[in-house]
């Protein structure tokens, strides 16, 4: 069974002035990550923009990344689609280029029942049957929550190691491991949660903030799994400001803007995403030095 750890960071996209895919800026903050309290990069979900990609520019930044980390850490490729057989070919073509495992979102727009989800990621698991697929139920953005007793079902799919978890619905991230095998790991899709659902049986997290404190996010991980609770707590709670502001627009909006004032040269957001308004700039100059990282 695969490891993707516990630190998992939805990779950014980095643009030209031009919007064209800047692919040397994306290795060298693969590596800059990896090297910074990432386990694995995830890359092309939400926070890399996948809607504004195309197949051709998402295998590029696939291949790209896998060179620029080679063991230092693993890759999971944003494969999903709301079209069942776009997202079978991709999954297989990431398969083929060495990819540790995709990342599989609840198909968008079309909303299917849970039975269409249920057949959905099974059919993908079967058609790339030696890659280890994370699910990923966000339905504020896709319109449709995958039910824990679907997750459940999913589980007993060899190859379906996992779920990121951002329905914001403890109950549900309970229901979930109440359910699944010990060894099926669940993340936290939001980084506020991280703490509260290491609480009822999480793995760790599908970081945003990783971009900018993975270390932290490392050590807050480790204290609450060694029963360092008051620790972790302590950390989530200096981080909670960075949390929240990295979410006080659209992401991957304030994300790319903190990645700036860092000096990564990460450029804007693909339309229809905006610049970021001067009011969330002004605040996240406040948080990021009160944590001293500008």
């Not at 609840?106 to 059919?123: C, D, E, I, R, T």
């Not at 990645?259 to 969330?280: A, D, F, M, N, Y």
């Amino acid at each position: 069974m695969v490891d993707f750890g516990r630190v998992l960071t939805a990779m950014i996209t980095p643009f030209k002035p031009d919007g064209s895919v800047n692919y040397d800026v994306a290795a060298k903050l693969a590596a800059h990550l990896a090297d910074n309290g990432t386990d694995t990069l995830v890359i092309c979900g939400t926070t890399g923009e996948s809607p504004t990609l195309s197949w051709e520019e998402e295998y590029k930044l696939f291949q790209v990344v896998l060179e620029a980390v080679a063991n230092q850490g693993k890759v999971i490729a944003g494969c999903g689609s709301n079209s069942t057989k776009e997202a079978i070919a991709a999954t297989q073509k990431a398969a083929k280029m060495g990819v540790d495992g995709a990342l599989q979102v609840v198909p968008y727009y079309n909303k299917p029942p849970q039975a269409g989800l249920y057949q959905h990621f099974q059919a993908i698991a079967q058609a790339s049957p030696e890659l280890p697929l994370l699910l990923y139920n966000i339905p504020g953005r896709t319109g449709q929550n995958l039910h824990a007793d679907t997750v459940v079902r999913l589980a007993e799919v060899k190859n379906i190691v996992g779920v990121k978890e951002a329905s914001g619905d403890l109950d549900q991230v309970s229901a979930i491991r109440r359910l699944t095998p010990e060894e099926f790991q669940i993340y936290s899709g939001d980084d506020s949660l991280t703490l509260p659902m290491l609480a009822v049986g999480a793995k760790g997290v599908v970081s945003v903030a990783s971009h900018l404190v993975g270390n932290q996010l490392q050590q807050m991980i480790k204290a609450f799994s060694e029963g360092q609770t008051q620790l972790a707590t302590k950390i989530h709670l200096q981080l909670f400001p960075l949390f929240k502001v990295l979410f006080a627009t659209t992401n991957p909006i304030p994300v790319k803007k903190a990645l700036e004032l860092q000096s990564w040269k990460v450029g804007s957001t693909r339309p229809p995403l905006c610049e970021i308004p001067p009011t969330i700039t002004q605040e996240l100059e406040v948080v990021l030095k009160e944590l001293d990282l500008i």
